[in-house]
T-cell receptor
Framework: DTEVTQTPKHLVMGMTNKKSLKCEQH?????MYWYKQKAKKPPELMFV???????INESVPSRFSPECPNSSLLNLHLHALQPEDSALYLC?????????????FGPGTRLTVT | QKEVEQNSGPLSVPEGAIASLNCTYS??????FFWYRQYSGKSPELIMF????GDKEDGRFTAQLNKASQYVSLLIRDSQPSDSATYLC?????????????FGTGTRLQVTL
């Protein structure tokens, strides 16, 4: 089983709203990732969590706030977003954050900021 | 020079033919390599992962890695219309604190009837 789940599937929010994206995996993976993907572009790494600790922040604006409450769950809190933040937000996980392991993506959350 | 380069395509092959997708990378420290398939509007699906030089086969898919030439390829045998998608090459490069996947821009494959 290589399933990563994400909720919600779709989200429409205004620029003053606060919302959260959720990602879950029950494969015992200890590394989890957030990516952002714009149309016809490859995924761009935003954050890496390893053993529930933030290990990479790719200079993401503070209006995106990640949280890893436990080894199975990863959240992305959104606040005061801009229309250009509209994108597909992808969560991924990996057994360990090491190059010899595969990385699996969840189905994504399609975010529209109005 | 881009870190991971792919021909954007579209690459058009007839049904039943072999599709050959190529990827080059610039960082010699890269150790592992991924091929993802992505249908329009969907998330990337891992189809091949290769870590050692040489060939790795899984069903109709073969990944080939040549670290000396900094080149990785994906062959799809007996191409089917359902293989029509964008194929993303990703290269894993360890950083000081974590491993990071860098993606190419993808090659769009069209399998024609």
């Amino acid at each position: 089983d290589t399933e990563v789940t994400q909720t919600p599937k779709h989200l429409v929010m205004g620029m003053t709203n606060k919302k959260s994206l959720k990602c879950e995996q029950h494969m015992g993976h200890r590394a989890m990732y957030w990516y952002k993907q714009k149309a016809k572009k490859p995924p761009e790494l935003m954050f890496v969590y390893s053993y529930e600790k933030l290990s990479i922040n790719e200079s993401v604006p503070s209006r995106f706030s990640p949280e890893c409450p436990n080894s199975s769950l990863l959240n992305l809190h959104l606040h005061a977003l801009q229309p250009e933040d509209s994108a597909l937000y992808l969560c991924a996980s990996r057994l360990w954050d090491r190059e010899e392991y595969e990385q699996y993506f969840g189905p994504g959350t399609r975010l529209t900021v109005t | 020079q881009k870190e991971v380069e792919q021909n954007s395509g579209p690459l058009s092959v007839p049904e039943g033919a072999i599709a050959s997708l190529n990827c080059t990378y610039s960082d010699r420290g890269s150790q592992s390599f991924f091929w993802y398939r992505q249908y329009s509007g969907k998330s990337p699906e891992l189809i091949m992962f290769i870590y050692s030089n040489g060939d790795k086969e899984d069903g109709r898919f073969t990944a080939q890695l040549n670290k000396a030439s900094q080149y990785v390829s994906l062959l799809i045998r007996d191409s089917q219309p359902s293989d029509s998608a964008t194929y993303l090459c990703a290269v894993n490069t360890p950083t000081g604190t974590a491993s990071k996947l860098t993606f190419g821009t993808g090659t769009r494959l069209q399998v024609t009837l």
